[in-house]
């Protein structure tokens, strides 16, 4: 039973698990514990060269437990073995390699309270001075993308699930900015070279070298590699090299020219797969998410489907790591696209197959099984005012399932559906048009 509120707390943000070597038992992060320690929001300011700060604002309110919530799950997705974060109130720091820590923190700029992301390149004191270039002291890009793209889909995540219609944006601070004033300059994309102010401008070419996501290498980066830092490194001269060669001619990741032989060890279909992979899961978020992980539920391990952090595109590498997924294998995929009716992510798969002329074949996949097919389906046309009566015959707490798919994965792993007698009771229990789905409907 511990075990299960464990599972349920991790999958609400509300703490996360300590990941160690010693074997001394569990131990979790739980952030809603600590206390105000000191009324200090003031936003974290870092030598300029070796930090870097994102701001995000929800229409200036930040709510309570977001911040918690989101620092949990940074925490659950990017410490290292043994490494212990520094918690206090509202303020949370991480080193995530051997490289960068990372602070989140509230800031309250102009009467906005903001959640501010500050990466910070660490520096070696004892080291001769002169050896260093500058450009080790500037973060790493593939660790800045790499964070920018957890907080993307966390935030988003959160904000359409808590806040709805509240419209997250992101602001970096305007080189004009002084003790006495601040300006906070939106941004989006990363893909531009200055940003307006008043009557002069703010060069921003080090955000775009930071962020920009226009090579998808760093983009799919997987949370596998959190676990080992080294492929990060490894990775990370190819693609920076086509970073800057591929940024002065386009900006549209799509059609960027990634078949360039003088970069030698990027394999061309590769990249376009983690391509597909990198958009394929921008689609999947949400409830979407949730129906994804029921549908891969005998293709991914449990422990992984029920953590907070398994994102769509952790789920996706996580297929292409067991190949039931390559380069030029895809039709896992494509059934996938076809069970949760999402059109865009059809479009994206076909576009895939007729580019890289990826043959028609079967083998190898193991493709999703009929009755999952159908239950997928199924729990698409639940109605979702009768949830209560459902978690109510199983004897759960309606607080703890807020969806249909909480309460089948629950279901599912504790082993309640495996029987036919039991998939029938619960096909009734769905309601006619899902019984019909799941049991009827040839
Ligand atoms: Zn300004």
Same mark, same amino acid.
């Given at each position: ?14 703490m ?29 300011e870092y030598?300029?060269?070796?930090a ?5 604002d ?11 919530r989101v620092?949990t ?6 410490q ?18 051997g ?9 309250t ?5 903001l ?21 080790d ?16 889909k ?12 509240v ?6 601070r305007?080189?004009c900015?002084?003790?006495e ?5 939106v ?15 703010m ?31 490894k990775?990370?001269t190819?693609?920076?090299n086509?970073?800057?060669k ?18 030698g060890?990027v394999?061309?279909?590769q990249? &376009? *797969?983690?391509?597909? !992979? ?7 978020? /949400?409830?979407? $998410? %949730?129906l +994804? ?32 997924i ?16 999402l ?10 197959v ?11 996949t ?14 698409? &046309? *639940?109605?979702?005012? !009768? ?6 015959y199983? /004897?759960?707490? $309606? %607080?703890? +399932?807020p ?9 599912e ?5 495996l ?9 009734e229990l769905?309601?006619?048009?899902a ?5 009827n409907?040839?």
């Open positions: 039973m511990i075990d299960f509120f464990v599972s349920l707390m991790q999958t609400f943000g509300l996360c698990e300590k990941r160690s070597k010693e074997n001394v038992g569990r131990t979790f992060y739980v952030l809603s514990r600590l206390k105000p320690l000191r009324d200090d929001t003031e936003a974290v030598e300029e060269k070796r870097v700060s994102l701001f995000h929800f229409d200036g309110y930040l709510p309570d437990d977001l911040f918690q620092a799950k940074f925490i659950e997705e990017f290292m073995e043994d490494v212990e974060p520094t918690l206090s109130y509202e303020h949370v720091e991480l080193n995530i390699d490289h960068h820590l990372v602070i989140l923190n509230v800031a700029i102009n009467n906005r309270r959640f501010q992301t500050t990466i910070v390149r660490t520096t070696l004191m004892n080291t001769e001075s002169g050896s260093r270039s500058p450009e002291d500037d973060p790493q890009p593939s660790i800045c993308k790499k964070v920018l793209n957890f907080l993307e966390e935030l988003q995540v959160l904000s359409q699930n808590g806040a709805r219609g419209e997250v944006k992101m602001y970096i305007c080189a900015s002084n003790s004033h601040t300006h906070m300059q941004v989006r994309k990363f893909d531009k070279d200055v940003l307006p102010c008043r009557s002069r401008r060069d921003v070419k080090r955000y775009r070298k930071l962020f920009n996501k226009i090579e998808v290498e760093q983009a799919s980066i997987s949370k596998s590699d959190t676990d080992q830092p080294s492929s990060i490194k990775r990370k190819a693609s920076e086509s970073l800057s591929v940024q002065r001619t386009t900006d549209t990741r799509t059609a960027a020219p990634l078949a360039t032989s003088s970069l060890t394999n061309t279909s990249e &376009q *797969f983690n391509n597909l !992979k990198y958009d394929l899961g921008s689609l999947y978020i /949400g409830e979407r $998410l %949730l +994804l992980k029921c549908c891969l539920f005998e293709h991914v391990d449990l422990q992984h489907l029920g953590k907070s952090s398994c994102t769509a595109n952790y789920l996706l590498n996580q297929l292409h790591e067991r190949r039931y390559t380069p030029t294998n895809i039709r896992l995929l494509l059934e996938v696209a076809e069970i949760s009716q059109k865009d992510a059809e479009d994206l798969i076909n576009q895939y007729v580019t890289n002329k990826v043959p028609n074949t079967d083998e190898g193991k493709s999703v099984s009929p009755y999952r097919k159908r239950l997928c389906m199924a729990l698409q &046309q *639940f109605d979702p005012h !009768k949830l209560n009566d459902v978690i109510a199983y /004897g759960l707490n $309606l %607080l703890s +399932l969806t249909i798919w909480e309460l089948v994965f629950y279901l792993s504790n082993r309640k559906l029987e036919e007698s039991e998939r029938k009771r619960f096909a769905l309601g006619p048009i019984e019909n789905i799941l049991f409907d040839e």
